[in-house]
């Protein structure tokens, strides 16, 4: 399923009167965090993770109303596992931190997770200019989602960070991986329990700042390493 929530920029004119806790990944993002912060709906909380950050990241998200998470561990999968444990809300959100994504886009899925419509909702990021996303790092994306489509079924475009879920239902999942394979593992293991998992497009910005993860060919082929371990691993057995 695939569909644009209209409109595709900016904000909903009513705040979302919905309990909600947003992830926020962070590795030396000042420069991007007043735009991101500034961009989580009213009502909701933003937990930044803060993973090793040198830059101010942590004591400036906090002078700008974010709960800052520390975690000392340094992996993306870390930091967002960090933030869900730390979170509270009913529904729970994830989005990267560099001001590719807008928060303001998660209104409609934690709308259609609320509702019972779909249980884990993902961003399948769009770019709005040519730069936005290069082309190793969206080779290796089509190349991880062509083999999530022959291990699952799930005829998905993207594995993207965008996200919307039950908090609860995702401790469930008993995610392992802390490293780049985390987003993916989320995906495998809600479709092997069974799942309704719906995509929808969203703007995709260019970064702001080097990425850490595939921001070369050998961060993304790094990442599509730690995504094929996640494929190669058995479905999990619950009671």
Known sequence: MTST??????????????????????????????????????????????????????????????????????????????????????????????????????????????????????????????????????????????LLRRRTGLRLHDLGPLRAARRERLLALALTDRRSGYPLQMVVRAADAGWHITEHDVPYLPRTGASKVTGTWRGTWQAVRDMSKVLNEPPVVRA
């Not at 912060?37 to 950050?53: E, K, T, Y």
């Not at 899925?109 to 290069?134: H, N, Y």
């Open 5 to 146: 929530y209209p409109p595709p920029y900016g904000p909903p004119c009513d705040p979302p009167p919905y309990d909600v806790d947003v992830v926020l990944p962070c590795l030396n993002e000042a420069e991007a965090l007043p735009w991101v912060l500034a961009r989580v709906p009213a009502g909701w909380r933003a937990l930044v993770v803060d993973n090793g950050s040198t830059d101010g990241s942590a004591d400036l998200a906090r002078g700008l109303g974010a709960t800052v998470v520390r975690e000392e561990r340094r992996g993306f999968g870390a930091a967002c596992h960090a933030g869900l444990l730390a979170a509270t809300a009913d529904v729970v959100c994830f989005c990267d931190c560099d001001a590719s994504l807008d928060p303001a886009q998660l209104v409609p899925f934690v709308r259609e997770v609320r509702a019972g419509e779909a249980d884990l909702v993902l961003g399948r990021r769009r770019p709005q200019t040519r730069g936005a996303w290069p082309a190793h790092a969206r080779a290796g994306n089509l190349a991880v989602a062509h």
